[in-house]
């Protein structure tokens, strides 16, 4: 016997009372404003917002940040954003990015209760470059903020993307007598741009 | 056997002889309890959350069997591979046969209390393999050649001259040193380097989907990321224990799991791999190591349930002023004090006695392990297995023989009180262990059943 049938026979071997799974659709906490809320907890985890009504307006926005100014190196995948830039090549090495200041990517959903964004690899070139930027700008539309995990599960499916990571806040450690720095190895900066579509007026 | 009873009482002894840093140690953990206490009560949910952890983690263990098969064959069908490890040496000699077909010669380790459980280090750089682990607290202890004191702060107990020395010494920052955000910014350099020339990456797993076949990877720093999004060889290693059925049952650990460990809402990175990224390889090793046999005993099985999140020992008076290290232990506090005597009464026999009862680990666990009605259940299966300290046999002896008879209480009550109050020192000395750091208030000349008897009985007919 492999060591896989050995671990299964041993379970198989001590029955254990078989329970019901919990039904999880009970009544959870939801906000009046997941908008606002998501912008609350944004800047509570280290990270900025910012309220945009049109999508058209972030290549301007961006322009003038001090992180972009001050960038050598820009790249961006953001489709919302249409920026002419640096769309990074699928056949370079995601080594090739370790000098990226500033990267620009979408998300797909926005968590209110925890300020997390979902972002998947099929809206990434490599998915490193999430990692490696010192800098991170992320857009989510108004429409696509839930109110809590629960929500953010019924509308993403993980298992579409080999990659998919939920992003709260820039990078940070406090394993240095618990004082909270910013910036441990991923990004140092965490801008979000919510952008207003069609959907979000009327989505209340 | 008893060179291990006195074992966590002997090493706290040490680490509360420097009772500065005992005194700092014990606040460090209370303001992340605090951290905790302030995310948790923003969830009107909470114990319905907890509630529902746990029948998850019940029912999944339950047929974890079928579930363990579910998860290989959609993980295999998403392109991963899947190995199983009875144990440790097996679980190291896996990791190190995929380094060694890949020619890989540089690994960064994220944060995995089951590589730690494993000694996976010392064991593939006894192969030559070089291993950097990049979680900031744990490369703090690697370069100080020790272990984490905590599962979730693994370098809790390293004060930050301790870190500006150390970072002085290894990566040439400015002598004196201690500014955190100096000495986190040294680091970042000094292993994007690592990350940069790594070959491949190991990481833990937090939860693992059995209905998908993916895993879930919860981090703060970015370096798991890093780690296996540069290199093209992801290798995640998970105790058995990780499945949970259905991705939707993520939304209530993922709830629980930041705000119990380090009081955020969640962390800042939750990963999820489904089978390997783009020109990649994803191995998967399913560990048992000791897990089934934790399965077999209905008394601790729900010690499975655990997530590692540390709330236990942040708020565990024992463990804040004791230190992790104190345990012996690669998961020490409460949990651990669970887990390792199970596993190995003889050896950890004196763990489940670093507890004074007061229940806070059971009150704070996200998934509702009664830690401390555990630890009551191991103290009475250590007596009965024959691996009590002396000392205490005979004192608990002596007390249930005192305590069961009430003549016999009143008696030894007169004289304990008669004794105290003419020769304290009888009791107030060096060999006493109770008098350490403690007075006592003069005994009374009465017990309170006279004195009851004289001035209430009477009034209460
Ligand atoms: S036993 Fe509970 S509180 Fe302790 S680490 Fe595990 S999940 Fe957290």
């Known amino acids: 016997m492999n060591s896989r049938e050995k671990i299964l026979s041993r379970i198989r071997n001590r029955k254990m009372m078989e329970t019901a799974l919990p039904d999880l659709s009970r009544k959870l906490t939801t906000w009046d404003d997941p908008i606002g809320r998501f912008r609350e907890t944004v800047s509570a985890v280290g990270g900025h917002t910012e309220r945009l009504s049109d999508p058209s307006l972030l290549p301007s926005v961006i322009e003038k940040l001090d992180d972009y100014q001050a960038a050598s190196r820009v790249a961006s995948n953001s489709f919302i954003a249409k920026l002419d830039l640096d769309d990074l090549t699928r056949s370079a090495s995601p080594h090739s990015l370790a000098d990226i200041d500033l990267f620009i990517a979408d998300g797909d959903i926005g968590v209110a209760e925890n300020g997390a964004i979902w972002v998947t690899d099929e809206k990434l070139v490599h998915n490193a470059a999430l990692f490696i930027t010192q800098h991170l700008i992320l857009t989510v539309y108004g429409s696509a903020i839930v109110n809590n995990m629960h929500e953010a599960y019924e509308k993403i499916d993980p298992q579409e993307s080999h990659f998919g990571v939920f992003i709260s806040g820039p990078s940070k450690t406090a394993d240095i007598e618990q004082s909270l720095v910013i910036g441990a190895h991923g990004a140092r900066s965490l801008m979000v741009y919510i952008v207003d579509d069609s959907e979000t007026g009327e989505s209340e | ?461």
């Open chain 2, 1 to 461: 056997m008893n060179t291990t009873a006195e074992n966590h009482s002997s090493k706290a002894g040490v680490f509360v002889s420097d009772s500065d840093k005992a005194h700092w140690h014990d606040s460090a953990l209370w303001f992340v309890r605090e951290k905790r206490d302030k995310q948790v009560n923003d969830v009107p949910e909470w114990e319905k959350l907890r509630e529902a952890a746990s029948a998850i983690k019940t029912h999944t263990v339950a047929q974890l069997d079928q579930y363990l098969q579910m998860f290989e064959q959609k993980a295999t069908a998403l392109g991963a591979k899947v190995h199983w490890a009875q144990n440790a040496r097996e679980h190291n000699e896996i990791v190190h046969s995929i380094l060694k077909n890949h020619g890989a010669q540089r690994v960064v380790k994220s944060k995995s209390m089951l590589t730690e459980e494993c000694h996976l280090n010392p064991y593939l750089e006894q192969q030559g393999i070089d291993v950097v682990d990049t979680d900031l607290g744990e490369r703090i202890v690697q370069l100080r050649k020790e272990s984490p004191s905590h599962i979730v702060l693994p370098a809790i107990h390293i004060k930050k001259e301790e870190v500006g020395d150390l970072f002085h010494q290894h990566l040439g920052t400015d002598e004196g040193a201690t500014d955190p955000s100096y000495l986190t910014e040294a680091a970042r350099n000094h292993l994007r380097e690592k990350f940069l020339a790594a070959d491949a990456g190991i990481t833990g797993v937090n939860f693992a989907i059995a209905e998908t076949g993916g895993i879930v990877v919860c981090t703060n720093e970015g370096n798991a990321d890093l780690g296996v999004t540069l290199p093209r060889l992801h290798i995640a290693c998970m105790g058995i224990e990780k499945l949970i059925p259905r991705t939707k049952d993520l939304a209530v650990f993922l709830r629980l799991l930041a705000r119990s460990a380090t009081g955020q809402p969640i962390t800042t990175y939750t990963s999820h791999f489904h089978g390997p990224q783009d020109d990649s390889e994803l191995h998967i090793i399913l560990l048992d190591n000791g897990r089934t046999s934790l399965r077999d005993q209905s008394d601790y099985q729900e010690a499975l349930h655990c997530i590692r999140c540390g709330a236990c020992m942040n708020t565990c008076p024992v463990y804040r002023r004791s230190g992790g290290h104190s345990y012996g232990t690669t998961v020490p506090g409460p949990i651990g004090s669970v887990l390792n005597p199970v596993s190995d009464s003889a050896t950890h026999n004196s763990l489940p006695f670093a507890c004074s009862l007061c229940g806070s680990c059971t009150d704070v666990c996200p998934i509702k392990i009664p830690l401390h009605h555990q630890l009551f259940t191991l103290r009475d299966q250590i007596r009965r297995n024959g691996n009590l300290a002396l000392t205490k046999r005979i004192a608990m002896f002596l007390t249930g023989r005192i305590l069961g008879s009430a003549s016999l209480f009143r008696v030894v009550g007169r004289m304990g009180r008669w004794v105290m109050r003419g020769f304290p020192w009888l009791f107030h000395n060096r060999f006493n262990l109770w008098w350490k750091q403690r007075d006592m208030p003069p005994a009374p000349k009465q017990s309170f059943g006279a004195w009851y008897s004289a001035n209430r009985k009477e009034k209460h007919r």
